[in-house]
């Protein structure tokens, strides 16, 4: 369907067209005519299907078609990170370039200055505020806001606020705005809580599923069955070459993200990290520099793995396995985005191998093993509902089959030999390598095999 189809106003058409936006996605096509209706909403869809412009066009539209006073605040959305908050705020930039809607971003970090710049927007009434829950509920506690102007409310992935806690807030959010409004819900799951929600906040909301929590059939899909102290090893050996696109390493907590943005530093990789110690500025830094390439790989935690929508970023690595199946649909939902190709590739540990088979669980299938680069020893089978100490490596393999050579597999005195396992951390790792910088550095000239490189991201 096209947008022209839909009946949007002149000047939305416009900023569309500025935008070079002809065809509507699904959840675009299914969501848009029920917006304009000024029905509630709640919308469950897969991230990376337009769910932002699927309710800032019907927004943009309803709001020019009966302007405000211009004085309060007329609709809010919410979003559980500020970097998501700014991204939103940047489209509507470009939706509403010819439409005179204003719009501020209330959002944690920076300094008292910030404060009082949210506090002005709120007080002079901005059209849209975009705001993040913690510092939406301070400004109401100290501020004084009226927001008895408001007719749209609107939750920006409604699931992962509630996975942070916010339920609360989000609940006394609510209550302080206008009891007739429009409320409209984007959520990528639809959990037992959700549900809850959208009944005490919504009025007959009309639901609309597209593709729930399904990665996008774009996405190449692998994984590196290995030891903890092998990871870093793989990482060199997909690198070895530029891949010609943007990455994203995922891990799982905040050090390990600054131990491993520090090795690839010293492995003269243009690297940055990205974690919740960063302050406002620093992060908003960061993220201008991947967008425009000065950087080509991001270290990060789940703290970008929503919502952040940047081109051309053609392959996220799982550097650790996540905590469970909807953080991996999102963590690799960054990569194969409007229409483009991208490649997901996991690191199973022996530990992480329970974790990582109940995501195949959850998304129906196996993920496909690939072999380990050579020179990297062996690696254990892929058995997770084994115990650790009955695991088998084999030399340069991920899969199921067991070889001869079994490490640590002879029998002596009618007893196994039990396997240990020394695990580097990144930094030790970076310690071990850095005496032959030049001998490291002809190692990733070496020309890849294209079977096992990463996949490039179609532009």
């Not at 006073?69 to 370039?97: C, H, N, W």
């Not at 070895?240 to 994203?248: Q, S, V, Y």
């Not at 071990?432 to 990463?454: I, V």
Request: proline content about 5%.
């Amino acid at each position: 369907m096209r947008f022209d189809e839909f009946g949007l106003s002149e000047d939305v058409m416009q900023g569309l067209d500025a935008m070079n936006f002809k065809e509507a996605t699904p959840v675009q096509e299914q969501t848009i005519p029920v917006l304009l209706q000024k029905k509630d909403l709640i919308a469950c869809a897969q991230t990376g299907t337009g769910k932002t412009a699927a309710y800032i066009l019907p927004l943009l539209n309803l709001l020019s078609e009966q302007p405000g006073t211009g004085d309060k605040v007329r609709a809010v959305i919410v979003a559980p990170t500020r970097e998501l908050a700014q991204q939103i705020d940047m489209q509507f930039e470009g939706f509403s370039y010819f439409l005179p809607i204003s719009t501020a971003v209330v959002s944690g970090g920076g300094d008292g200055s910030s404060w009082e710049q949210q506090k002005r927007g709120l007080k002079m009434g901005a059209d849209i505020i975009i705001a993040t829950p913690g510092r939406l509920i301070s400004h109401l506690n100290i501020s004084n806001i009226d927001f008895s102007g408001v007719e749209y409310f609107i939750l920006d992935e409604a699931d992962r606020m509630l996975d942070m806690g916010f339920y609360d807030d989000i609940m006394k959010i609510g209550n302080s705005l206008p009891e007739n409004r429009q409320t409209i819900m984007f959520s990528a799951t639809m959990p037992t809580k959700i549900r809850q929600l959208a009944k005490n906040i919504m009025n007959n909301p009309v639901e609309v599923n597209v593709a729930i929590s399904k990665p996008n059939e774009a996405i190449d899909q692998s994984a590196y069955v290995c030891y903890e102290n092998q990871k870093m090893g793989i990482v060199d050996w997909l690198f070895r070459e530029p891949t010609g696109t943007k990455t994203i390493i995922f891990s799982s907590s905040k050090q390990k993200v600054k131990e491993l943005a520090f090795s690839l530093k010293r492995r003269k990789y243009k690297v940055a990290a990205m974690h919740s110690d960063l302050e406002q500025p620093e992060r908003e830094a960061v993220m201008l520099d991947f967008k425009n390439n000065k950087i080509d790989i991001l270290v990060a935690t789940d703290v970008i793995s929503r919502g952040i929508d940047i081109d051309q970023i053609g392959l996220v690595i799982n550097y650790d396995v996540p905590h469970d199946p909807e953080d991996y649909i999102h963590r690799i939902g960054r990569t194969a985005r409007a229409s483009a190709d991208g490649t997901a590739i996991t690191f199973v540990s022996e530990k992480e191998q329970g974790k990582f088979a109940r995501i195949e669980s959850f998304l129906g299938y196996e993920v496909p093993k690939r072999e380990l680069p050579e020179g990297l020893g062996d690696a254990p089978v892929y058995a997770p509902k084994q115990e650790r100490g009955d695991r088998r490596g084999r030399k340069g393999r991920g899969g199921n089959n067991r070889s001869k050579n079994r490490r640590g597999g002879e029998k002596k005195n009618g007893e196994k030999k039990e396997v240990k396992t020394n695990v580097d951390t990144p930094r030790e790792n970076a310690q071990a390598q850095s005496g032959n910088p030049s001998k490291r550095r002809n190692r990733h000239r070496r020309k890849p095999k294209s079977s096992n490189g990463p996949a490039k991201s179609a532009e």
